[in-house]
């Protein structure tokens, strides 16, 4: 049976003008595999991601034909319940470590919530959380423990954001543009951490990327979004075969050493598309 | 080991903090100490009349310039005037002969009192209400909260007062009227501490103490409402920022339940600005409210202030505003100190 199943998601945000759906009719299955989302900003995959954990910020509304994690239907789930699946069983990892974790909190109190939150008594949610934090390389975990989360770099941070996250040891992991705040040197190295992970607990992963490149190097399989709808499903492997112009065009935006690409092409848009 | 070395390190880097707060603190007071000295100086009233009367002769005049020590030069007269600060001597009140020492620490606690019982309700009921309406944003709580404190904020305190007074006193008498105590119970207990409720219920005079609370509570609850006015319009606006932060959606994330995303995520950084907010606020109130002191015949710093200013009795005068100052220093660096607890970003490092 498959962890988590999409069928027909949608989601709409009110607005002045009338309610505007940014995610329309999204399905997917995933199993104990590495799915990608790619798409440009505002193509809907952040909130795809959101929905899955029904964080749909207010006010917006997300509906789904199916929408089931491990057999439970996610969509008529009691507030008390999403809060005993997240945190154990599926968990995010967000963008920038500078802002998703707290500035008050020493990052060892941060590491152990999701477990002391579900029970887990002290003593063992400090024993977990500092073997956590050695599994991201963390060179010096206690000192970590003890810091506050500007006393780390950003690289540092989001290992600690990443321990944090799969210190409950969940079965899916979403992770939303996880390296897009770090630096080109420090993105490949949190990238494996993260990749090695994964692979080592076999949970299922949702990784979420505007960088097709980077994204079909560690996935299974790749699902291109453009406005809301999922233009184009790929085997990491077959990205070559690309049909889809819109997924083609991400491919061909690239800048290759050996050839002269004057100008770069630009990304062609097509109204089609989105319809 | 390496644990122990950052506690120490913690450690070191408050003790330098407090004393670079300290320092700041001396300095500012020495400002203050000159500025109310000048201020003091160059109104235009003859402080030497006010001794003399102006029926006196011309030698009468000059013996008492003299003595007044007017005849020397500003910075002398400053040197003087500091030294005597220093030693706790802020000279006599011309308006009750009594040196201003007496005077304020007979007014002083009266403020205090009414202040601290008045702060106590306005952060008690305002941060509360300020977080319920950040939560609710929107929805019909969220503006009945900002109606509270639009009113608060904008209905003259006089007339609430005396609307009070009206109320609940004269037609429903379910409290006492103006003034601290009633006389048939002022010489049940000492004054000891000039705070009648502490006093009274430390001395086991309780029925004293009904009677002090009955009489506190309108003035108190008036002032506690427009702090809270100003707390609660603070609270608000800081939590809907917090509330807004990516950690908050890492606290859902995590299943952290919502009363503690909001009260302990959320509330330990919004309670960083709010620290200054509820300082500034016990501050102002600590000034004396000369108005809630008049409708309410409460022997205040407010009136006596008002008073000395409206005799020309400059020593009292600058003696309250001595003491306002110290206070606004004092919470200021009460306020800094407890920055760098509740935020490690504010500890500076070496």
């Not at chain 1, 506050?148 to 939303?176: F, K, N, T």
């Not at chain 1, 490949?188 to 993260?194: A, T």
């Amino acid at each position: 049976m498959s962890l988590l199943e999409v069928e027909n998601l949608r989601i709409t945000f009110p607005t002045r003008t009338g309610p505007a759906e940014v995610v329309r009719g999204v399905n997917f299955t995933l199993g104990h595999e590495r799915l990608a989302i790619v798409g440009e900003s505002g193509s809907g995959k952040s909130q795809t991601g959101r929905a899955i954990l029904g964080l749909t910020p207010q006010p917006g509304q997300a509906t789904a034909d199916r929408l089931s994690f491990d057999g439970t239907d996610l969509r008529s789930l009691s507030a008390r319940n999403w809060r005993r699946l997240r945190g154990t069983r599926m968990s995010m990892v967000m963008q920038d470590p500078k802002f998703s974790l707290n500035p008050v909190m020493p990052v060892g109190k941060q590491l152990m919530e999701p477990l002391t939150t579900h029970g887990t008594p002290k003593r063992e949610a400090k024993r977990r959380a500092l073997e956590m934090l050695e599994a991201v390389q963390m060179r010096d975990p206690e000192r970590v423990f003890r810091a506050y989360p500007h006393e780390l770099s950003g690289g540092m941070g989001q290992r600690a954001m990443i321990a944090m996250m799969l210190v409950s040891e969940p079965d899916l992991l979403i992770a939303d543009e996880p390296t897009s705040a770090l630096d080109v040197t420090i993105q490949i190295e949190v990238l494996r951490i993260l990749d090695r992970l994964v692979a080592d607990r076999g949970m299922g992963l949702i990784f979420i990327s505007h960088d097709l490149r980077l994204v079909s190097s560690f996935c299974d399989r790749v699902l291109v979004m453009y406005a809301g709808r999922v233009v184009e499903e790929l085997n990491a492997a077959d990205l070559h075969k690309a049909q889809h112009p819109y997924t083609q065009g991400l491919l061909n935006c690239l800048p290759q050493i050996d050839e002269d690409r004057h100008p770069l092409p630009t990304l062609d848009r097509d109204a089609a598309w989105a319809g | 080991m390496a644990a122990q070395t950052i506690r120490g390190r913690r450690g070191a880097l408050w003790t330098r903090k407090a004393a670079s707060v300290l320092g700041t603190v001396a300095i500012t007071f020495l400002g203050l100490l000159f500025v109310t000295f000048l201020i003091g100086r160059v109104v235009p009233v003859d402080p030497v009349l006010s001794v003399v009367g102006d029926r006196a002769t011309q030698a009468q005049y000059d013996a008492a310039y003299r003595a007044l020590g007017l005849d020397k030069s500003l910075i002398e007269q400053f040197w003087i005037w500091l030294t005597k600060v220093f030693q706790g001597d802020l000279g006599t009140s011309n308006l009750t002969t009594r040196p201003i020492t007496q005077d304020i620490a007979r007014v002083f606690p009266a403020t205090l009192e009414l202040a601290t019982v008045s702060i106590i309700i306005g952060t008690v009921v305002g941060i509360p209400l300020g977080v319920w309406s950040a939560v609710r944003q929107g929805r019909p709580i969220d503006h009945i909260v900002r109606v509270i404190g639009l009113v608060g904020y904008s209905a003259p305190v006089f007339w609430l007062g005396l609307m009070g007074l009206l109320l609940f006193y004269f037609k429903l008498d379910l409290i006492s009227g103006p003034g601290r105590v009633d006389i048939a119970y002022e010489y049940s207990f000492t004054p000891k501490t000039g705070l009648f409720l502490i006093d009274t219920a430390t001395q086991g005079a309780w029925d004293a103490f009904g009677n002090v609370l009955s009489h506190i509570i309108l003035p108190a609850s008036l002032l506690g409402y427009l702090s809270l006015a100003y707390i609660s319009r603070m609270t608000r606006s800081f939590m809907l920022n917090e509330l807004a932060q990516e950690y908050i959606t890492t606290a859902r994330v995590k299943g952290v339940p919502e009363w503690r995303i909001i009260w302990v995520q959320a509330m330990r950084n919004a309670a960083v600005p709010l620290v200054t907010v509820v300082a500034l606020s016990y501050a102002n109130l600590l000034e004396g409210s000369v108005l809630t002191e008049t409708v309410f015949a409460w022997p205040g710093l407010g009136m006596y202030l008002t008073n000395s200013l409206q005799n020309a009795d400059m020593n009292a005068v600058l003696g309250g505003t001595l003491v306002i100052g110290a206070i606004f220093v004092g919470l200021n660096m009460f306020s800094d100190l407890l920055y760098t607890l509740l935020d490690a970003r504010t500890r500076k490092r070496s």
